[in-house]
Every structure is written in C-alpha cells, then in structure tokens.
C-alpha cells in the first residue's frame, strides 16, 4: 500500500463545477504539499499545508492532521484548471508523491 | 527572476556513458532535490541536500550521485547510465520542507 493515496485517479468536470481532490497518508507528517501539472511537465507549488485551511483565488485546501486527510476544492472550475494534481508529504527531511489526479474540464 | 534551471533539457545517451544533470537556482535556498517521474509510479525522490556539503539519499538513490559544493547548483550524476533510468528529472529547491517548493522545467532523459 503506498503512502500516500489520492482519489480519484481521473478526474472529468463540466465548466462551473465544484471540485474535489482527496489526499490520504499512513505516515506521521510535517507538511502537506499541493502540487499542479500541466501537459508540457512544468509542476507549480499551489499550497503547504500543516494544519487548518488556506484559500487561494479558487482554490481551496484543508487538512485534519487527525484523520491524516487532504482535501484540495476548485470552485467555478474553469478548462485552463485541467492539469494533473499532486500530493506530497514531507516527512523528516524528505517529500513522499501520491501519484496524482488527473482533472479534465470540459466548456 | 526567481527561478530554477535545468539543463539539458532532453538528452538521449547510450547506456555506460557518464553524464551529468545540471541544477542551479538563484534564490538562495538551503533546501535542493532531485526527483524522477515516471508513468504509473508519479514522482519519487533521488537525493536531497540540506545545505552546503549535506546531502542524504531519497527513495531511489541507486545508480546516482549528487554534490553540493556550493549553495546555488546540486548536479545529478549517472556514472553509467541504464536503460531503466530513462525518465523524466526535475531539480527543486526551497528553504525547506514548510515553505513552497519551486521546480526547474524538468529534463527528460533517454538511455537507450
């Protein structure tokens, strides 16, 4: 079982709807990484997370330490949000991938 | 610009010839690694560096090297290339593990 799950794998929206990204872990953590993707390989860091909430323009993430789950939201998703989504943990020193969700949005 | 380069960016290499990846940011960070990304298997670290002459292995350390001699470049070395390290490489470096992480371009290589 690997470390770090994200669900669902793929990901299909009509524009303007609400998304949802899950992030599961079995380790002890010091951060949450959301990562995007886009086709063409450049990875852009959307949020470090170590507890609560943090919003971004449409983009939301939370985490419960608790439960060792991650949630990453898109309101009002938009075609240019397709990308592939990345989870990442950071446990001592080093980061441990989930191997991502794929989001597609269609107009 | 704050920014972090790669080069090459694509390379095709024969297996057992030596190359070497280079990484090199401008943002002064402590924190720098190495990943590959591969399909099914997602990304998964090399090494990592804490600082300068600090460097410890990631997950998938064989088959590799890395130095840090100074802050700004961590080159990735493959003393002997093999077809099963054709991949997809990205450097990235930070302050460390709580602040955003910043990825080079990445550099695809072949080895065949």
């Known amino acids: 079982k690997n470390e770090v799950e994200q669900s669902p794998q793929n990901l299909t929206a009509q524009e303007g709807e609400f998304i949802t990204i899950n992030c599961s872990y079995s380790?002890?953590?010091?951060?949450l990484h959301w990562l995007q993707q886009h086709p063409g390989g450049g990875i852009v860091s959307l949020f470090m997370?170590?507890?609560g909430k943090k919003k971004h323009g449409r983009l939301i993430a939370t985490i419960n330490i608790q439960e060792k789950h991650s949630s990453l939201h898109i309101t009002a998703s938009h075609p240019r949000d397709s990308a592939v989504y990345i989870c990442?943990?950071?446990?001592?020193?080093?980061?441990?991938f989930g191997t991502g969700t794929r989001l597609q949005v269609f107009p | 610009e704050a920014q972090v380069t790669q080069n090459p960016r694509y390379l095709i290499t024969v297996t057992g010839k030596k190359l070497t990846v280079t990484c090199s940011q401008n943002?002064?960070?402590?924190?720098m690694s190495w990943y590959r990304q591969d399909p099914g298997l997602g990304l998964r670290q090399i090494y990592y560096?804490?600082?300068?002459?600090?460097?410890d292995k990631g997950d998938v350390p064989e088959g590799y090297k890395v130095s840090r001699k100074e802050k700004r470049n961590f080159p990735l070395i493959l003393e002997s290339p093999s077809p099963n390290q054709t991949s997809l490489y990205f450097c990235?470096?930070?302050?460390?593990?709580?602040?955003?992480?910043?990825f080079g371009p990445g550099t695809r290589l072949t080895v065949t």
């Open positions: 990235a470096s930070s302050p460390g593990l709580f602040y955003e992480q910043y």
């Open positions: 990442a943990v950071g446990r001592t020193d080093k980061l441990i």
């Open positions: 380790v002890g953590i010091s951060a």
């Open positions: 560096s804490m600082n300068v002459e600090v460097t």
């Open positions: 997370l170590s507890s």
């Open positions: 943002m002064n960070h402590e924190y």
